[in-house]
């Protein structure tokens, strides 16, 4: 079945430096990738929708310059949170369609999520 | 604005008897409902979808109620297993959303004893 890898699984690190997220389409090639948000007992909240070539596109509310989302290969989507505070504290989760001829409804795949822990 | 509710943050079943998730929207352009099942620190893992045009799907002991009408769904789990104790998200989509993402609910935590 088809597969998405997230790295890393946890980590930490200090208020004002960076930390990037990678997700992986490990068996199928996905053009568009999605990084959702969770905090503690609440829903999984869309950042952004990134697309393979392109400029992402964020949700409202969502800080561009803050959360940075490449999507440089079919298989590979990095999002970067720069200059991290500790209200970015999170649970980040990347997602990715299979686009192998399935219609648009197809489910997502999820990756195992990031745990970020900013001190 | 919420468009994906799900009432009950959370559920205790016994093993063995019927775990019934109830979840409502408001959109009523979603046409395609899915439930995907949450274990803590995973991403969510899929586990039944159904299209606006049915009103039932079954899959093993996990079956997906449609009322359109109500702007209602539900998932069933018979018989409840332990393992099946998680969290729960439904989510819809439709064709116009950007790049069909899904709109997921606060999900509903399942516990199920033994």
């Known amino acids: 079945g088809a597969v998405v890898s997230q790295h890393p699984s946890r980590v930490i690190c200090k208020s004002g430096t960076s930390v990037k997220i990678e997700c992986r389409s490990l068996?199928?090639?996905?053009?568009?990738m999605f990084w959702y948000r969770q905090f503690p007992k609440q829903s999984l909240m869309l950042m952004a929708t990134s697309n393979e070539g392109s400029k992402a596109t964020y949700e409202q509310g969502v800080e561009k310059d803050k959360f940075l989302i490449n999507h440089a290969s079919l298989t590979l989507s990095t999002l970067t949170v720069t200059s991290a505070h500790p209200e970015d504290s999170s649970f980040y989760i990347c997602?990715?369609?299979?686009?192998?001829?399935?219609?648009?409804?197809?489910?997502?795949?999820f990756g195992n999520g990031t745990r970020l822990t900013v001190t | 604005d919420q468009q994906v509710k799900q009432n009950s943050p959370s559920l205790s079943v016994q093993e063995g008897r019927i775990s019934i998730l109830n979840c409502d929207y408001t959109?009523?352009?979603?046409?395609?409902f899915l439930w995907y099942k949450k274990y803590p620190a995973e991403g969510p893992t899929f586990l039944i979808s159904?299209?606006?045009?049915?009103d039932k799907n079954e899959d093993g002991r996990f079956t997906v109620f449609l009322n359109k009408s109500a702007k209602h769904l539900s998932l069933h789990i018979v018989p409840s297993q332990p393992g099946d104790s998680a969290v729960y998200f439904c989510a819809a989509s439709y064709p116009g959303a950007g790049s069909y993402q899904l709109t997921f609910g606060k999900g509903t935590k399942l516990s199920v004893i033994p």
């Open positions: 068996d199928f090639q996905a053009t568009t």
């Open positions: 997602s990715a369609r299979d686009m192998r001829g399935l219609p648009y409804n197809s489910p997502l795949h």
């Open positions: 159904i299209s606006s045009i049915k």
């Open positions: 959109n009523s352009m979603f046409d395609y």
